[in-house]
């Protein structure tokens, strides 16, 4: 058996042309969706990402504006430009790229953007939301694994799902994500003591943790589905996930690729909560 790819790339081309749609209907109603994104530093990681996430904007049609900040930016500096978007009408998202230097606490930057705003779905009332099973932005990254589950028709309820990792960017709000669509759902992290006795168990099993090629044939169940979150260079260089992709693909059902599996998807549901909160703008 060769596993099905999941790709990722493809549901968001489709999903980009449905918003451009959307985004166009918007426009008859004088409404051009604004997300601001907010990137401080030099991280070159960072700076990829939000060049995609402009570029993606622009495709369908989001006005998106860029605000580059010093690396020695100071937190009040930092949550003064959040205020001052919180307040600007033609704003409908706010982003501010993560990670931040360590002058500046990410709770309190979270914290400060309006809820209505969080695109991007980390501030604690939306995550409170999110596992209330009321309707909110959802994070990004775990709300595109679960369209792309949806999408290639994987069985979630009554599934068992295993999360490997425990951010609360993607693994703690996946695993969320999961229980909501009824799996049932065992959390790993870096002090769990026999992985493999658990990773071995997963019907879906979801890797995002930042270790290349950390998870093997040895580690999944035959017929499993893998969602790798990873984004790692291999010892040549390469664009590689946490799991290694040739050594599972024989085994597995369905897998995402790395790249063009979780990543284009990420990007997608940020632009779709952008286009979500416009249509809220009162
Ligand atoms: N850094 C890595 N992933 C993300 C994300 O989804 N949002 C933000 N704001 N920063 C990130």
Redesign the pocket.
């Known amino acids: 058996m060769t596993a099905e790819r999941m790709n990722g790339k493809e549901l968001a081309a489709t999903k980009h042309a449905e918003m451009k749609v959307r985004v166009s209907e918007l426009a008859k109603s004088g409404i051009v969706p604004g997300l601001a994104v907010i990137l401080v530093g030099d991280d070159q990681a960072s700076q990829t ?1 939000v060049r995609s996430k402009q570029k993606m904007c622009e495709k369908v049609g989001i006005h998106s504006i860029l605000k580059h900040l010093p690396a020695d930016t100071t937190e009040e500096v930092l949550l003064s430009h959040i205020d001052e978007l919180n307040n600007d009408p033609e704003i409908d998202g706010i ?4 990670p931040l230097p360590k002058q500046i606490s990410e709770q309190a930057v979270i914290e400060a953007i309006s809820p209505e705003k969080d695109v ?1 779905g980390f501030h604690p009332i939306n995550i409170g939301k999110m596992m209330t099973g009321e309707k909110t932005f959802l994070p ?2 775990p709300h595109g694994i679960i369209e792309l589950l949806k999408a290639s028709e994987v069985q979630i309820a009554g599934s068992h799902a295993v999360v490997v990792g425990r951010s609360n ?1 993607v693994g703690k709000p996946v695993g969320q994500l999961l229980l909501n669509e009824h799996a049932t759902v065992t959390y790993c992290h870096s002090r769990t003591v026999d992985l493999r006795a658990i990773t071995t168990q997963a019907d879906i099993l979801v890797v995002a943790v930042g270790i290349a090629k950390l998870i093997k044939k040895e580690d999944i169940k035959p017929g499993a589905v893998i969602i790798d979150v990873g984004m790692n260079r291999d010892e040549n260089g390469k664009l590689c996930g946490d799991v290694d992709f040739d050594d599972v693909e024989d085994i597995a059902s369905h897998i995402t690729p790395v790249p063009g599996g979780v990543g284009p998807m ?1 990007i997608t549901m940020l632009l779709e909560n952008t286009i979500e909160s416009a249509l809220n703008r009162s």
């Open positions: 990402y982003l501010v790229q993560l991007d990004c990254t960017i990420t």
